[in-house]
């Protein structure tokens, strides 16, 4: 007797959770993964998940999955890394090892188009600093029409895939892939919002993180002593290019308490998300000028 989705994923999710794995990839446990597995192998839509777990499987599908997760506990790959796909904001994104697999609360800001730090029919120029799979970056066209998006990223490679998805959702016309190592390839622009899910994990973390953030681009998560390497340069630059009226969003994640120590006069908004995540700060581009010298400091210090 064939088994049923519900049935294979059960199965499956057994093994993962005697596996030891870790999770943290768009997924925090076994069975969701297990389901991730399932439904890649099957080809079946997420959307109708309700309709589709009585549903029979054949025997290719079944090995495929089984298949998956042999490779998910032997390699520590991300789920993301064996579907190529992972979603955010609502929207599939292609993904390999050359970038992160996206994840970043702020999603959320996204969605709410970044009321209420600016109001969206003003926010026409973009950039995404460290844009990786261009997951920000083309999310924000697609929540912001009238928006032109500058997707920057210091790794050719990362590159690649923002084109991939750039592409794929087919915003051509108004997101710009851009090699810059922080703004170094973008002098002279100037935006309404600068957004940022920049590396920010410290040499130590980067010690104990788990084998499945090891699959990920070390240039990507390696931020220096105390993870704040890149931060430093965005909070020092950023004034430079944003428009009278801007703001500024970065997520530093666990980092959040250096910068605070490192910082103590900077009046960062430390943002909270319904749906989980933290470590994401805004400042406005009057912020930034007022404490110029002190963020200039850090840079040299």
């Known amino acids: 007797m064939a088994l ?12 993962l959770d005697a596996a030891g794995l870790s999770y943290g990839h768009g997924s925090d446990n076994a069975a969701d993964e297990a389901a991730e597995l399932v439904f890649f192998a099957a080809g079946l839509p ?4 309700p309709d589709c777990y009585a549903l029979p499987v054949n025997e290719a599908v ?7 997760v042999t490779r998910r506990i032997d390699e520590r790959v991300p789920a993301a890394y064996l579907t190529h796909r992972m979603w955010f904001c609502g929207h599939e ?7 992160l697999v996206p994840r970043s609360p702020i999603a959320e800001l996204i969605h709410a188009r970044f009321r209420p730090w600016l109001e969206p029919a003003k926010i026409k120029r973009v950039l995404d600093i460290g844009t990786g799979s261009g997951c920000i970056a083309i999310a924000c066209a697609l929540e912001l029409a009238d928006a032109h998006v500058d997707a920057a990223d210091i790794s050719p490679d990362a590159l690649a895939v923002t084109r991939i998805n750039i592409d794929r959702h087919q915003v051509q016309a108004r997101v710009r892939a851009v090699q810059s190592d922080v703004f170094s390839g973008l002098s002279g622009e100037r935006y309404d919002l600068i957004v940022s899910n920049p ?7 980067m ?3 788990p084998p499945e953030y090891l699959r990920e681009p070390e240039l990507g998560l390696r931020a220096g002593a105390d993870g704040l390497d890149i931060v430093r340069r965005i909070l020092a630059e950023a004034e430079r290019h944003l428009e ?8 530093v994640g666990d980092s959040e308490y ?22 994401v700060f805004v400042l406005t581009a009057q912020q930034l000028i007022e404490h110029r010298e002190v963020l200039a400091a850090g840079v040299r210090a």
Request: no cysteine; net charge negative; hydrophobic share 45%.
């Open 207 to 209: 010690d104990a993180l």
């Open 258 to 279: 250096a910068l605070a120590e490192a910082y103590p006069a900077v009046p960062f908004i430390w943002l909270e998300f319904e749906f989980g995540g933290g470590g």
């Open 4 to 15: 049923t989705v519900e049935q294979l994923i059960d199965e499956l999710a057994t093994r």
């Open 62 to 68: 079944v090995t495929a999955a089984r298949n998956l």
């Open 46 to 49: 997420h959307e109708q998940a």
């Open 93 to 99: 994104f292609y993904v390999d090892e050359r970038v």
């Open 244 to 251: 009278p009226h801007g703001v500024l969003i970065v997520e």
């Open 199 to 205: 590396p920010y994990v410290s040499h130590a973390e």
